[in-house]
Structures are given as structure tokens and as C-alpha cells.
């Protein structure tokens, strides 16, 4: 698929418009002809008839070409619209099958600016060729043909005129992508910067490095400002050039159109009609000039769009194969992985466990050990560089995506909350719930005890990434939702942190409770895993050791060291 595929279901909009556009020019070219006859033939001999059944015509011209015009403006306007939202609804569904580790290869600022820029690029792109693709040529190539017709002369010094122009317009075509190229490519890198700098403005200003970020910002803002004159330096002289030579042209047809009027060779009509043909041509060089800077524009836009959808995107089947009776809900069998795919260089490596139905094992390990990725490979949101994940018996990537979602949730330590209500948070995973249940769910995260303080109870609004909440209360809500409904499994990485002691011990009850669930509680905290059947220990991406909790304070120094040292800071 490519940025142009979903135009495809416009086709016959897209050749007719540029069919009713030459309708409309050809009446234009005509205009001048007839302007030429009502002078020669109507003024010149005071036959007034003429002159008004001419002028007639020409209003004619004028009502029929106005509604090609209207009809092409229409038709220009409607597809371009309908192909701009099909266009960002094929980048958001390609979006949807691609995994966290593509996401951030690719660069999660630059996508954002295919859905805003690029794309916006390409739907204009696609408005001016519909009204302008056909116009421009037809207009100039037909008015040269056309002086021609009137006399050879101005035809050769018209045709010499065009050369020259249309060297300095492929001159600008061919210099102008790579250039719009890097413009949006400094897009993305203030776009990045930004981002950076909105995520982390509490460190920002924690640190007093305000003033630094604001130069850094000002460095990338300042490049983007010269490729920018750049193009417009470029740009700049494609309409003088343009229009010097036209002028150019001008100057020597009425000059030799003089001479040839006193020799009788040229009539007044014909100079008149060739000046007309140079006023189109000018008319049409500034639409072309404006073509060309859009479908510059369009093409560069293009490119970065395609790059995008030709990500490999994750494929899975819609139906799943049958349950294997007895076998695990979860195996690792030898998983490595690595962020950049590199198997020289893996954050995971040798992983081989099984997790039974209804169990509750934790991770536990030092910063980078791996276990939030083991966290996010047993939810496919990450996937294996080596050796196999099955659930239930069956590869994981076997799974079709709703069944997968359907038994396994995950409950993040960064929560993910959406402008809207608390009740449109809530439901996310399970649209046929009803509020008697909702706040059921909460009173077991602990939510309840804010939300039941609003008037608006449930219809609370919520602000863009739940910034008009503390953290312990975005992630008490987030929890809500892992007690909506059932699940086979519930991954829940670090959801806790944010929570007082008590308060987290008052969670975790409420969670063993859940019967038939397999629990994956990822942790840096032992008190948070000392009810688990089984907790695995990581460091540097191995398993070091497994076993409960009172086995692994005798057996593994390393969990005995985590423990030690958050009993001593209680």
C-alpha cells in the first residue's frame, strides 16, 4: 500500500473533473478568436449585428465555463476532503498493527506529523492537480498552437518564450523535493524536541535548565527557518523568470506585430487576440507555479508516507487454533530479545518458564533487568527475537488479536488515561458493563473513595493523559478497569508504585481474590510479592533464581539484598 491507494475509489471523480476543466479552457482559448472577429469584422464595418450576436457567444462562454468551473472546484474540493480522512484512517489502522518497538524506531513525533503535516500536504496536492493538471498545459500549449494559427511569427516567439520557461519550472521541479524533504525532516526534529521538553518539564524546571532547552529549541527552530528561506530563494525565482520571458515574448509581438500592422500582414484583432493568448498564458504560468510548489510538496510528503506504511506491520489470524488440554497458560522456551533485533546484544536472554492457570508469580530485579519486557512479550506487545512464547499450548502469534485481548490484560506503571469521563475510561475493555458494576471495580482499586467525592460521579471529566489527577489516583483508576470483568491472566507491571503502603496491601487482597485469574505481578518491591506462588528473579536479562518468598531469602543474595534494603528504609 502506498499514500495514493485509498485514492483509488475516487478514480472516475479524478477524470472527470480534469474532463469539465477542459471544456472551460477550451471556451477560454475560443474567447480571444471571437474578441479578434468582433473587432475585424464587426467594429471595423460598423456591422453592429455581429458584434452583438459575438458578444452573445461570448457571455455564453462565460456561463458555461464558470459552471465547469464550479463543477471542478466541487468535485476537487469533495475528493480531496473524503481521500484526506481515508488517507489518515489507512496511516491510523497501519498504526494499529505496528508493535511499541516499531513505534520507536520509526519515531513517534515524525508519525505525528504524517497525520497533521504530510497528510495534509498530499490532500492539497491532490485539490490542485484536479483543478490545475490539465488547465495550465492546455491553456499554454493551446495558445501557442493557436498564435501559430494567427501568425508564424508570434507562434515562433511565443514557442521560444515557453522553452525558456519551462527549463526555469523543470529547473525548480527538480531541486524542490529534496528540499521539502528536509524542511519536514525539521519538522519532526522540533516536533521531537518539543515533546521532550513537554514530557520532562518537571525535571526541566526541577534542574534550572529552562534557558537551555529554549536555545536548544531556538538551534532547531533556526534550521528549519533556513531550509525554509532556502525554498523560497528557489522559489522566488520561478514566477520573475516566468514572467520575464513571457513579457519578453510580449514586448517583440507587439513590436513586430506594429511593423506588420502598417505592411497590412497583422489586423488590430490579431494583435489584440495574440495579446489576449499572453495574458492566459501569464494567468496560467502563476496557477502552474503554484501547482508545482503544491505537487512538490505532495511528492516529498508522499515519500515519508510510504516509508511508513512499508513498516511490516504485525499480522495474526482471525480465528485461533483449539486449547491443548493440560498444557500451560503460559511458556517461555528459550526467549531472547533485543530492542534493535540484534542477537549480539539481547536485553533477554535464555528465558524458559511455564505459568499455570489460576497462579500468581511475580517479577522482581534491579532497573534494566528485563522484567517489564517480560511483561510486555507475554501481552505480544513486544515479540521475541529468539525461541518461542505459547499460551495454552499454542504459539502466541497464533492467537487472533481479539481472543488475546479478550483473556489477558495488562495494568501499566505509566497510566494510560484519555481526555473524557471517569466512565469512558473505565469501560475501554469491556463496553457492556453497567455502573453498578463500574463502582464495584473501583471500590477494589480504591478509586471509589475519590470518585464517590464528585457530584458528577462518573460523568467526572477527565483531562488529556488524566493531568487534573495525582498519580495514585490514575493509577487506582487503571486498576479499576483489571477488575472489570474476567481474565485468564492479568500482567501488572509496577501498577502499585504510586500507592501508599496500606493502600497497595488493600489492592493486592482484592486482587488475590480473583479467582480463576492467573496474576504476573512485575515489582520492584518485595512486600508486593510475598503472597505470589512463585517469584523469578532477573538480573542483566537472565533468570537467576525462582522460588517463593521465604525460599529465596535462604537461596538468592540478590532478592535477600532488595529486601534488606527496603526493610531498612521503612
Same mark, same amino acid.
Given at each position: 500500500?502506498?499514500?495514493?491507494t485509498p485514492?483509488?475509489k475516487?478514480?472516475?471523480?479524478? !477524470?472527470?473533473?480534469?474532463?469539465?476543466?477542459?471544456?472551460?479552457?477550451?471556451?477560454?482559448?475560443?474567447? @480571444?478568436?471571437?474578441? *479578434?472577429y468582433? &473587432?475585424?469584422?464587426?467594429?471595423?464595418?460598423?456591422?453592429?449585428?455581429?458584434?452583438?450576436?459575438?458578444?452573445?457567444?461570448?457571455?455564453?462562454?462565460?456561463?458555461?465555463?464558470?459552471?465547469?468551473?464550479?463543477?471542478?472546484q466541487?468535485?476537487?474540493?469533495?475528493v480531496?476532503?473524503?481521500?484526506?480522512?481515508?488517507?489518515?484512517?489507512a496511516?491510523?489502522?497501519?498504526?494499529?498493527?505496528?508493535g511499541e518497538?516499531?513505534?520507536?524506531?520509526?519515531?513517534?513525533?515524525k508519525?505525528?506529523?504524517?497525520f497533521?503535516?504530510?497528510?495534509?500536504?498530499?490532500?492539497?496536492?491532490?485539490?490542485?492537480?484536479?483543478?490545475?493538471?490539465?488547465?495550465?498545459p492546455? !491553456? !499554454?500549449?493551446?495558445?501557442?498552437?493557436?498564435?501559430?494559427?494567427?501568425?508564424?511569427?508570434?507562434? !515562433?516567439?511565443?514557442?521560444?518564450?515557453?522553452?525558456? &520557461?519551462?527549463? +526555469?519550472?523543470?529547473?525548480?521541479?527538480?531541486?524542490?523535493?529534496?528540499?521539502?524533504?528536509s524542511?519536514?525532516?525539521?519538522?519532526?526534529?522540533?516536533?521531537?524536541?518539543?515533546?521532550d521538553? /513537554?514530557?520532562?518539564?518537571?525535571?526541566?524546571?526541577?534542574?534550572? *535548565?529552562?534557558?537551555?532547552?529554549?536555545?536548544? /529549541?531556538d538551534?532547531?527552530?533556526?534550521?528549519?527557518?533556513?531550509?525554509?528561506?532556502?525554498?523560497?530563494?528557489?522559489?522566488?525565482?520561478?514566477?520573475?523568470?516566468?514572467?520575464?520571458?513571457?513579457?519578453?515574448?510580449?514586448?517583440?509581438?507587439?513590436?513586430?506585430?506594429?511593423?506588420?500592422?502598417?505592411?497590412?500582414?497583422?489586423?488590430?484583432?490579431e494583435? +489584440?487576440?495574440?495579446?489576449?493568448?499572453?495574458?492566459?498564458?501569464?494567468?496560467?504560468?502563476?496557477?502552474?507555479?503554484?501547482?508545482?510548489?503544491?505537487?512538490n510538496?505532495?511528492?516529498?510528503?508522499?515519500?515519508?508516507?510510504?516509508? /511508513?506504511?512499508?513498516?511490516?506491520?504485525?499480522?495474526y @489470524?482471525?480465528?485461533?487454533?483449539?486449547?491443548?488440554?493440560?498444557?500451560?497458560?503460559?511458556?517461555?522456551?528459550?526467549?531472547?530479545f533485543?530492542?534493535?533485533?540484534?542477537?549480539?546484544?539481547?536485553?533477554?536472554?535464555g528465558?524458559?518458564?511455564?505459568?499455570? @492457570?489460576?497462579?500468581?508469580?511475580?517479577?522482581i530485579?534491579?532497573?534494566?533487568?528485563?522484567?517489564?519486557?517480560?511483561?510486555f512479550?507475554?501481552?505480544?506487545?513486544?515479540? @521475541?527475537?529468539?525461541?518461542?512464547?505459547?499460551?495454552?499450548?499454542?504459539n502466541?502469534?497464533?492467537?487472533?488479536?481479539?481472543?488475546?485481548?479478550?483473556?489477558?490484560?495488562?495494568?501499566?506503571?505509566?497510566p494510560?488515561?484519555?481526555k473524557g469521563?471517569? *466512565?469512558?475510561?473505565? &469501560?475501554?475493555?469491556?463496553?457492556?458493563?453497567?455502573?453498578?458494576?463500574?463502582?464495584?471495580?473501583?471500590?477494589?482499586?480504591l478509586?471509589?473513595?475519590?470518585?464517590?467525592?464528585?457530584?458528577?460521579?462518573?460523568?467526572?471529566? &477527565?483531562?488529556?493523559?488524566?493531568?487534573?489527577?495525582?498519580?495514585?489516583?490514575?493509577?487506582?483508576?487503571?486498576?479499576?478497569?483489571?477488575f472489570i470483568?474476567?481474565?485468564?491472566?492479568?500482567?501488572?507491571?509496577?501498577c502499585?508504585?504510586?500507592?501508599?503502603?496500606?493502600?497497595?496491601?488493600? +489492592? *493486592?487482597?482484592?486482587?488475590?481474590?480473583?479467582?480463576?485469574?492467573?496474576?504476573?505481578?512485575?515489582?520492584?518491591?518485595?512486600?508486593?510479592?510475598?503472597?505470589?506462588?512463585?517469584?523469578?528473579?532477573?538480573?542483566?536479562?537472565?533468570?537467576?533464581?525462582?522460588?517463593?518468598?521465604?525460599?529465596?531469602?535462604?537461596?538468592?543474595?540478590l532478592?535477600?539484598?532488595?529486601?534488606?534494603?527496603?526493610?531498612?528504609?521503612?
Open positions: 500500500m502506498n499514500a495514493f485514492l483509488k475516487y478514480r472516475t471523480k479524478v !477524470i472527470i473533473a480534469p474532463l469539465f476543466k477542459a471544456v472551460e479552457c477550451t471556451f477560454e482559448l475560443l474567447t @480571444p478568436f471571437v474578441v *479578434r468582433i &473587432i475585424d469584422e464587426g467594429i471595423a464595418s460598423s456591422d453592429w449585428k455581429l458584434v452583438i450576436w459575438l458578444s452573445l457567444a461570448l457571455f455564453g462562454f462565460a456561463i458555461v465555463g464558470f459552471g465547469c468551473t464550479m463543477i471542478t466541487y468535485l476537487a474540493s469533495r480531496s476532503s473524503d481521500y484526506g480522512y481515508d488517507l489518515k484512517r496511516m491510523y489502522d497501519k498504526e494499529q498493527t505496528l518497538a516499531q513505534l520507536e524506531k520509526f519515531g513517534k513525533d508519525i505525528l506529523n504524517l497533521s503535516s504530510d497528510s495534509y500536504n498530499i490532500q492539497t496536492g491532490v485539490a490542485m492537480g484536479m483543478r490545475l493538471l490539465i488547465r495550465s492546455f !491553456i !499554454i500549449i493551446g495558445s501557442m498552437v493557436l498564435s501559430f494559427v494567427i501568425h508564424w511569427v508570434a507562434g !515562433i516567439i511565443f514557442s521560444v518564450a515557453l522553452v525558456l &520557461i519551462v527549463i +526555469v519550472q523543470l529547473t525548480v521541479v527538480y531541486l524542490s523535493p529534496r528540499k521539502y524533504a524542511i519536514q525532516g525539521g519538522l519532526d526534529e522540533m516536533a521531537s524536541r518539543a515533546s521538553t /513537554f514530557s520532562g518539564f518537571r525535571p526541566i524546571r526541577a534542574y534550572d *535548565r529552562e534557558k537551555e532547552e529554549v536555545n536548544a /529549541f538551534s532547531k527552530s533556526e534550521n528549519y527557518r533556513k531550509r525554509n528561506v532556502s525554498l523560497g530563494a528557489l522559489n522566488a525565482f520561478l514566477n520573475p523568470l516566468s514572467i520575464f520571458f513571457l513579457f519578453l515574448g510580449l514586448v517583440l509581438i507587439i513590436y513586430f506585430g506594429n511593423l506588420y500592422v502598417h505592411e497590412g500582414v497583422l489586423t488590430t484583432g494583435i +489584440v487576440s495574440l495579446m489576449g493568448y499572453i495574458t492566459a498564458t501569464l494567468a496560467s504560468l502563476t496557477m502552474f507555479s503554484r501547482l508545482v510548489n503544491s505537487l510538496k505532495a511528492f516529498a510528503s508522499k515519500k515519508r508516507v510510504d516509508s /511508513f506504511f512499508a513498516l511490516e506491520g504485525d499480522s @489470524p482471525k480465528q485461533s487454533e483449539g486449547i491443548i488440554e493440560g498444557a500451560p497458560l503460559i511458556e517461555f522456551k528459550d526467549v531472547g533485543a530492542y534493535d533485533g540484534d542477537l549480539d546484544h539481547l536485553c533477554l536472554d528465558i524458559s518458564l511455564k505459568i499455570m @492457570p489460576g497462579e500468581k508469580v511475580g517479577f530485579g534491579g532497573t534494566g533487568s528485563g522484567k517489564s519486557t517480560m511483561a512479550l507475554i501481552e505480544r506487545l513486544l515479540h @521475541p527475537t529468539k525461541g518461542e512464547i505459547f499460551f495454552e499450548g499454542r502466541l502469534n497464533s492467537l487472533s488479536e481479539e481472543e488475546l485481548r479478550r483473556k489477558s490484560g495488562i495494568v501499566l506503571q505509566k494510560a488515561l484519555y469521563t471517569i *466512565r469512558d475510561n473505565l &469501560i475501554i475493555g469491556k463496553k457492556d458493563v453497567d455502573d453498578d458494576e463500574l463502582v464495584q471495580a473501583m471500590k477494589k482499586s478509586a471509589y473513595e475519590f470518585v464517590s467525592k464528585y457530584q458528577d460521579g462518573l460523568n467526572h471529566p &477527565i483531562s488529556e493523559g488524566g493531568a487534573n489527577l495525582s498519580g495514585g489516583q490514575k493509577q487506582r483508576l487503571q486498576l479499576s478497569r483489571a470483568g474476567h481474565k485468564d491472566v492479568l500482567v501488572l507491571d509496577d502499585l508504585s504510586a500507592l501508599d503502603y496500606l493502600s497497595e496491601k488493600k +489492592v *493486592r487482597e482484592n486482587l488475590s481474590k480473583m479467582e480463576g485469574t492467573a496474576l504476573i505481578m512485575v515489582s520492584q518491591r518485595t512486600s508486593s510479592l510475598i503472597g505470589c506462588d512463585r517469584i523469578y528473579v532477573f538480573d542483566d536479562g537472565h533468570i537467576v533464581a525462582e522460588g517463593k518468598h521465604d525460599e529465596l531469602l535462604k537461596s538468592c543474595l532478592y535477600k539484598e532488595i529486601y534488606d534494603t527496603q526493610r531498612a528504609a521503612i
